[in-house]
Structure formats: C-alpha cells, structure tokens
C-alpha cells in the first residue's frame, strides 16, 4: 500500500496550460498516472495534448471525478489556487509553486485546518509525491524510484531526490516518496507522514531528511519516540552552515542554538534514529537496519 | 530582507505608526543640515544591519546643529561588528518616560502569528525572556482573522504598561500588526517602544524584515535594497536572481536546491575541503543560469576548483550541459570544474558534457566522489 496516492488517484492540474505545468503533467500522465483534467478560467472546453481543460476546479472535479490537485499556478495566485481546490473537495492538494508569500501561507494553512480538516495540502514550493508505479504527483524524477517497501519523507527537493537515489542504487526500493517542502508553513509535517508511514503495513522503513532552521525535525524526534516501530534512517542538511545566514528557503534560517543540525541530529538520534553525516550512504544505512531486523 | 532602522520607520509613518520626525545623512553637512530643519536637540543614529549600535556608540545626543556635524563625523566610517557606517538618521529627540518593547512574527511551529510586548524594554529582549520569562507576554493570532481589539487590549493590560501608555499603545499594536501583515513583513520589532513625558506613544526604533516573496504586491519594495551595502558580487548574484552567499574555502559550489547545496556543502567538509560559496540556481534552471553562476563564481579569487551538483526535478539535465557547454566556449575558465549530474535528462547532459574536449571539464557519478575530486583538485591547484 501506498500513502496518500496510489492508482486509483485522479489528478487535476491547476496551471496545465503552463509551460511548467504541461512538461510535468504529460510526464506524469506518461508514467501512469491518472491526470484527467486541467483547469484554467477561460480556456474551459480546450485541452493539452488529450487532457481536457476546465475554467474551474469543481467543473473539472464533477466531469471527471478528480480527487487530488496538482498546482502550478505562480506565486500571486498560488494561495487561492489551494483554496479553490479545498472548495473543490478533493482529498490531496500538491503545491508545487515557489514563492509564495508567508503572509499567504500562513492564512490558508489556518483557514484549511477550520474549514477543511480533512483536506490534505502538500507544499507549498514542494518536489510533491510518488508512489513508485503507481502515480505521481509532482516533479519528481520517476527513473530513480523502484515500487518497494520505504517510506521516504523530506523538506528538501533535490535532496529527496538523493535519498531514493541512494535507495534505488541499493535495490530498495519505495511505497511512496514525499517533499514536504522548505517553506516556512508546510501544509503537511514531518509527523503527519510519519504516522502514515507508521500505519502503512507495507511500509518497512522510513527514510526522513531534514534541514536547519524551525523545529519541526526536534518535533518529530519526540514523535518517533513514542510512535514509530519501524526503522528510521534520518539525514540533516546544513551542518556547515554559518549561523545567521538564510541559505535559500525561507525556512533554512538558523536562530540561536534552536534549528542547528547538531541539535536536530541528536534529538533524532536520542529518539531511536540512525542519524548520518552523509547522504550518499542512506542506502546503505536502510539495508543494515533491514537485515538486523 | 533586513532594512535600516529609517526604512523600517518609513514603512511605519506610511501605515501611521507614530515615529519621531527625522532626516537621512551621508555627510557631517547633511547631518547639520538635518539638525537646523528639525530644531532642538536631536539623536544622530548610525544606520547599520546590525543591533548594539549603542553600545558600541553608534547613537549620540547633539544640542544644536554644530554638535550634529560633530556627531556625525566621529560615527560616520565607524566600523560596528563589520559593518561600516555610511548613513545616519538625524532624528527629533524624545522626553522619554518609559520604554516597552513589541513585535510581530510568525510562529512556525503553532504556525500562528506572534505578538510580544513587554513593559521591560530598552534592553536586550532576548535576556529578558530568558531570566524573567513572565515579563515578556506573548498571544497568539489566527492570521485569518488578524489581531482582533481585544487581543491588542489583553496584550498591553498583561504586559502591565503604564495606564496613560494604555490607549496610545493599543492603538500603536493595532498599526503595527497591521504594517506586519499588508508590507509582508517576516518580523517588525520595536525595542523601545516609548512613553514620551507628552504621554504619546511612539516607535523609538524599528527592526523590520520583509519576506522577499511577498515583493509582487510591494514593487517599490526592491529599492531598499539599492541602499544597502552588499557586497558587489552578491549584488551581481543577485541582479541574476541566483541565491549566493559567499564563504571563505576554496571550492566553488553550485547545485540546484537550497537542500542540497547545503549538503554539498557538508559533504566537501567532511572530506575534508571547504567550500569557497553557497550558490543556489534554484529550480527550473536553464542554460543561461548556469553560465551567469559560473561567471559569478570567478569574481571571487580564492576558488581552486568548481563542483557542480545537479539533481534534476524541474531543472534539466540537458540544459545545464548546454550551459556548461557555453561557459567553456564563451569565457576563460580558470579552474578545473568538476561536475555531477542525476535526475531529469541526466543522462542527455552527460552526453552533451561528453562532447566538451577539455581537462578542465571532469565528471563524477556520485556526490561523494565529485566532493572527492573537487576537494583533491584544490589541494593540488
């Protein structure tokens, strides 16, 4: 089993007619996954390459039954993009847009959990998910995924992209691989994805990557402490980096002593984690940790 | 993006924070200048991106306009925590009766909005929580109602201001939350936030950090910048809309993702070199991003060697070849560029790569083993 999408998911993409939109979605849609609409008011009754186009989210969710968003919309109209899509009923939003302002995440994270509890958002600014043969939702590169039993959670995008590399290289393949994104007001936690992961019955280990800056890493240390059975291989980026200094995403700013990677690593560590100081061996870590086991 | 004390308070006269009136300076003459319009005694304040300017006597009192030109030549030039001034805010005193402190933040783990105010202001804020806890009070707000009356009244009450401070404060939080939200502000801090002698309350100070993503809504807003002292190869990195933060190693990084850039960074440490930048291309990066990163990293003199490492999601194997291609035609490289590429048509780049006849272009199949050759580069060069 999968989390979160798997083959019965169907896709809607907001901003299908964008160049981005289009090269990812036809990629998707290549692969196997179900994309069966795009929306974009005022191009309603066109279509991209066989895929038809809706002026609106819920037009598109009636006509073709889509129960998750895949958003591509820029920045300005990004946050009413996830609105609509709420609104719209589906179960997963995906937001791959970056440069959203945290003003705007802020409002739409709050306003989801009142009106929306249910709703899932992914991102935003965020690589989104794929569950290896079966759909993907998002930019992530297919070729170096393998259907298999790993759980892989991170809220970085290229660095998610190193993890199942590194997986995949080793054999091991994964259920579903998930960028929650570095933004600072992630719609999905790393503890959301944990406990899916942790109820998952076909998910046999976990592979989680972190970076400096929050404390949403220290967060979920305390919950894999007190939840997660499974094996745990955890990677934290930034151990470099000079303090003070915001490397990229708005959310990689380090504070104090609080947010550094040794204070993550070690939280991680003391929850039960193994904690490496190279991603190029996650892989490796996962397949000791699976033979012990 | 952090702005100067004057900017941060530009921002508050233009919602109707009350600020005391003030001039900018670059010159002793301009400070006296200011000091004669404004009249009476004023504070000559240095304009650095950096807190202690007091006490490191970048703030001084000046009776009449002679003094201001004195003031301002002995902090014009000081060097305040590696900052060099090269502005002043030429400001109206205040009659200053009480100082409390406020701000507006986001809490990223309630992923509320943060407000703090404290009656104990003026000093540093940071100690103050830290040994009396109970002094700084803090509320937090649904960004989707925003900051409702009485929230700002239990604020101000909690926080046990003085009483005739009571309205003029409450009053002040609302106009100050409300510059956090429609500027989309990261942080707006005052520290003091004062009681004048008068019973006015008023931002003595401004501490403002503005969220870079929120600049379509304010295109005036990238101007501040001009302001600021960056140094010329962030400014270049910058004006390209690359993400670049210079280090003091000898191995140039570029890579796509702040993630993984950061774990290259970690990666060249552990194998024991040390990168000379940060230099993110972000996401969807094409040829010409490639080359204009490589042309920044040769404004710098203390990078041996280049490590390249691309992860293609967005960003395309194949175009970041075409842009390595193009550097090596158009300009004069002078270090041996080591390059690793995976992902989205990697395996299209690595073919174009292929085509470079240069024993300056080396690739590596893995990111330990590009650190690994790009750190022993270095060593040798």
Same mark, same amino acid.
């Given at each position: ?293 | ?23 900018? #300076? /670059?010159? &002793? *003459? =301009? +400070?006296?200048?200011? !000091?004669? @319009?404004?009249? %009476? ?6 304009? $650095? ?12 009192? #000046? /009776?009449? &306009? *002679? =003094? +201001?030109?004195?003031? !301002?030549? @002995?902090?014009? %030039? ?6 060099? $001034? ?296």
């Amino acid at each position: 089993m999968a989390i979160l999408i798997d083959e019965n998911t169907k896709v809607v993409v907001q901003g299908l007619t964008g160049k981005e939109g289009q090269f990812h979605a036809l990629r998707n849609r290549a692969y196997g996954t179900k994309v069966v609409a795009g929306t974009r008011p005022g191009k309603g009754g066109e279509q991209v390459e066989g895929i038809p186009i809706f002026d609106t989210v819920s037009q598109a969710v009636e006509a073709t039954g889509a129960n998750t968003s895949l958003i591509f919309v820029p920045p300005p109209f990004a946050a009413d993009a996830i609105l609509e899509a709420a609104a719209a009923g589906v179960d997963v939003i995906v937001a791959i847009t970056e440069g959203i302002p945290a003003q705007d995440e802020a409002k739409v994270f709050n306003y989801l959990k009142e009106t929306a509890p249910d709703t899932v958002l992914i991102g935003p600014n965020c690589p989104g998910l794929i569950s290896p043969g079966k759909s993907n939702v998002g930019i992530m590169p297919h070729e170096i995924t393998k259907p298999g039993n790993i759980g892989v959670v991170s809220r970085s995008g290229t660095l998610t992209y190193q993890a199942v590399h590194e997986l995949t290289l080793r054999g091991l393949g994964q259920t579903t691989c998930i960028g929650i994104g570095g933004d600072p007001v992630p719609g999905t936690n790393f503890i959301d994805v944990l406990s899916r992961f942790q109820d998952d019955p076909e998910t046999e280990g976990i592979v989680m990557i972190g970076e400096i800056g929050g404390d949403a890493e220290e967060r979920a240390a305390e919950f894999i402490a007190e939840h997660v059975t499974k094996p745990v291989v955890a990677y934290i980026a930034g151990v470099t980096a000079p303090p003070g200094k915001k490397m990229g995403h708005a959310g990689a700013i380090i504070s104090g002593s609080k947010g550094t990677a040794a204070a993550k690593m070690e939280a991680l560590r003391a929850a039960g984690a193994t904690v490496l100081d190279d991603p190029t061996q996650i892989g490796e870590a996962m397949e000791r940790l699976l033979a012990e086991r | 993006m952090d702005l100067l004390e004057y900017q941060g308070k530009s921002l508050f006269a233009r919602i109707g924070v009350p600020v005391p009136d003030g001039r900018v #300076a /670059a010159t &002793p *003459e =301009e +400070a006296r200048d200011a !000091a004669a @319009e404004l009249g %009476g005694t004023v504070v000559v304040k240095a304009q $650095v991106q950096v807190g202690g300017r007091g006490k490191a006597g970048g703030i001084k009192l #000046a /009776a009449n &306009p *002679e =003094e +201001a030109y004195a003031r !301002a030549e @002995e902090i014009l %030039g000081m060097n305040i925590k590696g900052h060099v $001034v090269k502005k002043l805010w030429i400001e109206k005193a205040s009659n200053i009766k009480a100082e409390y402190y406020a701000s507006f933040t986001l809490d990223r783990s309630a992923k509320k909005h943060l407000g703090m105010i404290s009656a104990k202001g003026g000093m540093d804020i940071e100690q103050v929580a830290a040994e009396e806890p109970e002094a700084v009070v803090k509320v937090h707000i649904d960004p989707v109602i925003g900051l409702p009356n009485w929230q700002a009244t239990e604020m101000v009450y909690r926080a046990k201001l003085d009483p005739e401070a009571a309205r003029g404060a409450i009053k002040l939080l609302k106009k100050l939350y409300q510059a956090f939200v429609e500027f989309d502000c990261d942080l707006v801090e005052v520290n003091p936030l004062i009681l004048t002698e008068e019973g006015d309350v008023v931002a003595l100070d401004s501490k403002v950090a503005l969220d870079e993503n929120g600049f379509f809504r304010h295109p005036d807003f990238p101007n501040f910048a001009m302001e600021h002292d960056i140094p010329p190869v962030e400014r270049m990195a910058k004006d390209r809309g690359l993400n670049f933060i210079k280090l003091d190693g000898d191995v140039g990084i570029i890579g796509n993702g702040a993630g993984l850039v950061m774990s290259t960074l970690d990666v060249v440490s552990l194998v024991g070199g040390k990168a000379a930048n940060f230099l993110d291309v972000g996401g969807g990066a094409g040829a010409d991003t490639i080359t204009n990163a490589l042309e920044i990293l040769m404004q710098d003199p203390q990078v041996k060697t280049v490590l390249i490492n691309i992860f293609g999601g967005i960003t395309r194997g194949d175009l970041v070849a075409q842009g390595i291609v193009e550097a090596f035609r158009r300009l004069d490289l002078p270090w041996p560029i080591v390059v690793r590429l995976d992902g989205t048509n990697a395996e299209e780049g690595r073919r174009i790569l292929g085509e470079v006849q240069s024993e300056k272009l080396i690739p590596a199949a893995t990111m330990r083993e590009a650190a690994e050759k790009a750190v022993r580069l270095a060593e040798v060069s």
